[in-house]
């Protein structure tokens, strides 16, 4: 399973970027999908996730600022993101807990990060 991540860039405070994350190779099923992120310095943390049903869960952070989405039809989850602040500058993470196959279990599976820089 590779995660490829793209959408990442230098935006001003106030500005929007959409991140993009396709998954491909063996892929017998996809559970939940969901973007992390870590700034300098911080932790990896938990931006938002979207289970297969479609139910999402956001970091009180970005409630009401980020929107998480993903298409089954193409594996690829994303994160529309809104009102940037110079707080949201961070690399960004897709994850997937994915099934390679029948045969296999169900494993965590990482994009290489995408860099989101706020500032003026």
């Known amino acids: 399973v590779q995660l490829q991540a793209s959408g990442g860039g230098l935006v001003q405070p106030g500005g929007s970027l959409r991140l993009s994350c396709a998954t491909s190779g063996s892929i017998f099923s996809i559970n939940a999908m969901g973007w992390y992120r870590q700034a300098p310095g911080n932790q990896r943390e938990l931006v938002a996730s979207?289970?297969?049903?479609?139910?999402?869960n956001y970091a009180d952070s970005v409630k009401g600022r980020f929107t998480i989405s993903r298409d089954n039809a193409k594996n690829t989850v994303y994160l529309q993101m809104n009102s940037l602040k110079p707080e949201d500058t961070a690399v960004y993470y897709c994850?997937?807990?994915?099934?390679?196959?029948?045969?296999?279990?169900?494993?965590?599976?990482w994009g290489q990060g995408t860099l989101v820089t706020v500032s003026s």
């Open positions: 994850n997937v807990k994915a099934q390679p196959s029948i045969y296999r279990a169900t494993s965590d599976y």
């Open positions: 979207i289970t297969s049903g479609g139910s999402t």
